[in-house]
């Protein structure tokens, strides 16, 4: 479904992403973990169109996307929600969902989408006229997921999700990421809080300075002991 072949970006001289390769097929949930700074979210700049790759490509459903527009590569089907999410915080709960669904093909079932995102998050239904701002951090976050469902992606991306979140709200942004995830949609997720991250993972791979050290299922890092006391602190 998504196919990143050894890319490799840049802010300004500063290589952030050497020679990485990721793939994420149709209803997997694939998990990117390491240290702040390893060149995890520089991924989802790159495959969302707001960092251009010097070397390697990047294709989606067969269609080779690093040349596309940020929006252009929203409207195939790739929604990224951003870190910190990212709000309108004077707006309310339903205006920041509306203004998810602005793509062409979105717009045009706003209505039935709302309803599918009211039923997978009942409480964004009962919070709809509520300010964005004045929800808790765990609220916002699940609105902010919410928000890139409306606009009816293929994929979605999620920049640490649980970032700076109290330890019993990050319990329920995992399992917010976990109904999606029986929902069937495709998820690539960055996440720092590797040993939650990876209990829902499909396929895992782990960053290291912006290179790719590590990859495989949950078991495969169950059984490496350096990535078990480093990274998922067992």
Partial sequence: MLKVENITSFYGEFKALDSISV???AGQTVIVVGANGSGKSTL?????????????????EGEQINNKKAHEIVEMGIALVPEGGRLFPKLNVYDNLKAGSYTKKARKHFQQTLEEIFTLFPILKERQKQSAGLM????????????????????????????????????????????????GYSILMVEQNAKKALDL???????DSGRLVFKG??????????????YLGL
């Fill in 23 to 25: 793939e994420i097929k």
């Fill in 44 to 60: 989802l700049k790159s495959i969302s169109g707001l960092l251009k790759p010097r070397l390697g490509s990047i294709f989606f």
């Fill in 136 to 183: 808790s951090g765990g609220e916002r976050q699940m609105l902010a997921i919410a928000r890139s469902l409306m606009s009816q992606p293929k994929i979605v991306m999620l920049d640490e999700p649980s970032l700076g979140l109290a330890p019993k709200v990050v319990d329920s942004v995992f399992e917010f990421v976990k109904h999606m995830k029986e929902n």
């Fill in 201 to 207: 993972a499909d396929y895992g791979y782990l960053f």
């Fill in 217 to 230: 299922k949950k078991e495969d890092f169950d059984q490496n002991d350096y990535i078990k006391k480093a």
